[in-house]
């Protein structure tokens, strides 16, 4: 095996390194896009392949992800390059696949840090409200309005197109924007200084900080929907008709009058390809599976810490926030208020946390209150988030440019502000932000996934996984789990990509052809991925000249990077 260059950052503790990674999980899928996925798909057929996926899927790819950190970084690695690089041994065209593979989370993070920043703005516009009543009130709306109390949803949808931009290209550019602007700049600038300071003293002292917040305004939120009771009166929306709704395997059909036609077949549901898909792509998404985050957060653990019990921990505490907490207080809350048939505007995350929601909170006793609570929630789960998505792309220029963090940080920075210039700009239907995440965060990282758990299973080996994730571990883990990987996980991520492009590629490419802003975003990643690559071979080429020197391939043997 080989060595690059001597490390000394790690994590100040493994709660540190546990926490950090549960909450580069815990963001917005989980408490707005798996609410929406379960309601469409089954509500609690859609459980089924949800759960399956989880076993199947996010934890045995998450310890091969965290075993595959862990193995690189203690060889001195930290970026994907250089850890695709030393668990092929050196070769590198796995090298050029783990530098590329970072153009996911660098592009991701571009647009994530925008609606990171509309959680920020609608916290702050409910806070003026919270205020009001003790004469601290203030108002973030050109037409002076404090907090968000309006008559109907037709109101808050309003509201959010304004706020965002969806009329006009640029529009955020006009007084009605700027509020916004200036949010979206403090966020990025916060998640910048947060990766300056390193892993310890920036991304594991917040995230120490953020996951108390985070719980505390989750319990509140929950306290506050079961202590509600049936606030309309109207049958069929209490508390537990909200959770039926959600979980109940079968619901009623009803049409447009109310009445009873039918029942849902679980059945149906179940022998539907598309919610396997959905399942699966939501546990992808939730988890930060191939993201590139959890195996560059885990080339910082110390080379004898527990990383079995650090990867089951981690997902296990996003799984908590997204099936219980979520599953608790997004659906069964909006049932409450506004019936069943609001689940028609469950369908976009956007719409539901954006407008649903707060019409919801509009409707009920402290909804100023609670809706600062949900949305300050959402703004500190994003920011866990987004930082882990930028930390991949700073130690990938570190290693490759040998730079210092802070240059590297400036680096990552203004490329990151070139595509959020993109994305703030065509805000036009959100046109944009739909390409960056369409093709960034549901369709590479399915592929980038397939590279990774093959490099995992069969070039770097089940057995060294097997091994790397045994070392340190208190209890041993099942000695049937790398092969779980290699023989069920990495054969199913492939069947499913198969079939997505069987099914729908050909009308994603005719959509791009009728579509220039995502013409124009395909181009910019084109540019993205040049650069990677260069990037890339200039550093193996570095590597396989300088600085790389054979050591013992004993874990015990390096106690210290």
Known sequence: MVKNHNSTEHWGSQLGVILAVAGSAVGLGNFLRFPGQAVNYGGGAFMIPYMISLLLIAIPVSMS?????????????????????????????????GGLSVIVPFVINMYYIFVESWCLLYA????????????LGFSLDPSGVIGL?????????????????????????????????????????????????????????????????????????????VTLGNPTGEPGQS????????????????????????RTNVWTTLLNPETWLAATAQ?????????????????????????????????????????????????????????????????????????????????????QFCGFVFFFLLFFASVTSSMSLVQP?????????????????????????????????????????????????????????????GLAAYVWGSVKMREEIALGAKIAPPCFLANVVKYVSFPYLLLIA??????????????????????LSLGFFAILL??????????MRRWSKTALKPIDEDPNAVTQD
């Open 65 to 97: 992800e965290w075993a595959l950190g862990r193995y690189a970084g203690r060889h001195g690695f930290h970026s994907p390059l250089g850890m695709y690089y030393a668990a092929s041994g050196g070769k590198k065209i796995w090298g050029v696949v």
């Open 124 to 135: 702050l516009k409910y806070l003026g409200g919270v205020l009001e009543p003790i004469g």
């Open 149 to 225: 109390s309006y008559n109907n949803a037709a109101e808050y949808e309003n509201l959010f197109a304004n706020s965002v931009g969806l009329h006009a290209n640029g529009s955020l550019f006009n007084g009605a924007g700027i509020p916004l602007l200036c949010v979206t700049a403090f966020c990025t600038l916060l998640n910048f200084l947060l990766i300056y300071r390193g892993v310890s003293k920036g991304i594991e002292k917040f995230s120490k900080r953020a996951a108390p917040l985070i719980l505390l305004c989750a319990v509140i939120m929950i306290i506050r929907v």
């Open 239 to 262: 508390f537990l008709d909200g959770l039926g709704f959600m979980w109940n395997p079968t619901r009623e059909i009803v049409d447009e009058s109310g009445n009873l036609i039918g």
């Open 283 to 367: 546990i992808f998404y939730t988890v930060s599976l191939c993201l590139c985050a959890i195996c560059t957060y885990a080339s910082y653990v110390r080379p004898k810490d527990d990383i079995a019990l650090s990867s089951l921990t981690s997902t296990t505490m996003n799984e908590f926030c997204e099936v219980v907490l979520a599953g608790l207080m997004v659906i069964p809350t909006a049932i409450m208020f506004l019936g069943a048939r609001a689940a028609d505007g469950f369908s976009s995350s956007f719409t539901l946390g954006f407008v649903v929601l707060p019409n919801v909170f509009g409707l009920m006793p402290l909804g």
């Open 393 to 453: 792309t700073v130690v990938l220029f570190q290693e490759s440019l040998q730079t210092k963090r802070g240059l590297s940080v400036i680096l990552a920075a203004g490329v990151n502000l070139i595509g959020s210039a993109i994305v703030v700009w065509f805000t036009k239907n959100l046109a944009a932000l739909d390409a960056f995440d369409f093709w960034l965060a549901n369709f590479a990282p399915f592929f980038f996934a397939i590279f990774q758990t």
């Open 498 to 519: 198969i079939f997505w492009m069987f099914k729908n590629l050909g009308a994603r490419i005719e959509a791009v052809r009728a579509d220039q802003v995502a013409q």
């Open 530 to 539: 040049v650069l990677l690559f260069v990037l890339s071979i200039m550093t």
